[in-house]
């Protein structure tokens, strides 16, 4: 928001998008302030604003506005008492001849909002607790907006976190033909948001898918997207490493990167026959090993969790484990039968487009079939609300 349009709320009468607040005294108003705001119970899917430095009146209190007054407003977002996190820009600002703190709240895609367990709303310029009525109101309107994490849009990123050249180059050449490429006259930031890897312009706000296919730093707004590599010369944690590293970047960097460290640390056996043929005997199928890691990838929580995929390769096994339990229809009963469902549908159609999935749900059963002909055991698959792992056994 620019000054002129933060000038205009100022100027007029508290509403339920503007409160204003003499000083930074009463916190607990503070908070509930935000709270109301993130909560956009009119709908007007605009951000609330909330004055410190102002009386009630409109006048200026010449309140100083100090770093420590900024970090204060700006801490209260990530102390856990607002919850889901209220999104929200601290500001120092001149407005009128008047110099203070604009704090603007944005409305929240994941309504109702609480502090410390209560929901607050604006009614005109008055807050208030909402009511159970109201609260039905808010659960609907998220209801309305709910969108698979891996479609959320994240504030914090803009298109230039995206790496352009690499959608252009690597994405668009292996999801679209040629000559759909030549006839399309779509700007990059519309070739963006078609993929569904950025909000519809003018906006243009990267989405979570964005980041994790062509984003430049990924981690940096998904903490745990990485896989985390160990390869252990023993049987048990604690025994000594061989080799160890996190596999991060954009999802195109990491599954290329998994590709080629499953390939080298699988040990070849060589049989001679009596016609002299070499018969080669690898003690884990690189089919199973690519299915199994990349179907950790593609259904691991994102949201809940900082926890990155683990690949942990013993000398008599590896175990491949992934945050989050099963999901939507598949259970413990028909789990691995080709039944799917997808906390991460748009991830999933990716990694199809990219060619790191052939066909939806075949994944285990290929991984399974491939272990059986290189003549290793079944996968021990283990399945919990948190995490889900799989054991692969050496080949005897």
């Not at 590293?245 to 080629?260: A, F, N, Q, T, V």
């Amino acid at each position: 928001m620019d000054d002129q349009e933060l000038a205009a709320l100022l100027a007029d009468l508290e509403s339920d998008r503007v409160e204003r607040k003499a000083s930074i005294s009463d916190g607990k108003k503070i908070r509930q302030a935000f709270c109301a705001f993130a909560n956009d119970l009119p709908n007007h899917k605009k951000p609330g604003v909330l004055f410190v430095g102002v009386n009630d009146d409109g006048t200026c209190t010449s309140l100083p506005i100090t770093d420590r007054l900024l970090l204060d407003l700006a801490n209260i977002r990530s102390e856990g008492k607002i919850l889901p996190f209220p999104v929200l820009q601290v500001n120092k600002r001149i407005l009128n001849g008047c110099e203070l703190a604009a704090i603007i709240v944005e409305p929240s895609d994941a309504p109702p909002v609480r502090f410390d367990g209560r929901t607050y709303i604006r009614v005109g310029p008055r807050r208030a607790t909402a009511t159970p009525e109201e609260e039905r109101r808010l659960n609907e309107k998220r209801r309305a907006r709910d969108l698979p994490f891996d479609l959320c849009p994240l504030i914090s990123a803009s298109t230039d976190d995206l790496n352009l050249e690499i959608f252009q180059r690597e994405y668009l050449t292996s999801a679209l033909a040629p000559d759909v490429i030549e006839e399309n006259q779509r700007s990059p930031l519309q070739q963006l948001a078609s993929v569904r890897f950025t909000t519809p312009p003018p906006e243009s706000c990267p989405t979570v898918l964005g980041i994790l296919i062509v984003g430049k730093e990924p981690r940096q707004f998904v903490p745990g997207h990485y896989v985390q590599f160990l390869r252990v010369d023993g049987t048990e944690l604690g025994d000594p490493i061989k080799d160890q590293k996190e596999i991060s970047g954009s999802l195109l960097d990491i599954l290329r990167m998994l590709d080629e460290t499953l390939q080298i640390n699988i040990s070849i056996a060589s049989d001679i026959t009596s016609q002299s043929l070499e018969i080669q005997h690898p003690d884990y199928p690189i089919e199973a090993l690519r299915q199994l890691v990349r179907n950790a990838v593609m259904h691991r929580s994102y949201e809940q969790t900082n926890a990155p995929v683990k690949v942990y390769w013993f000398n008599d096994r590896i175990e491949i484990s992934n945050p989050g339990g099963l999901f939507g229809q598949v259970n413990r009963e028909n789990f691995g039968q080709g039944v799917t469902d997808y906390r991460n549908p748009h991830l999933a159609g990716v990694m199809k487009d990219l060619g790191y999935v052939q066909r939806f749900g075949y994944g285990i059963p290929t991984a399974k079939r491939a272990l059986e002909k290189n003549g290793n055991p079944p996968p021990e698959f283990s399945l919990d609300d948190t995490y889900t792992s799989v054991i692969m056994r050496r080949q005897p």
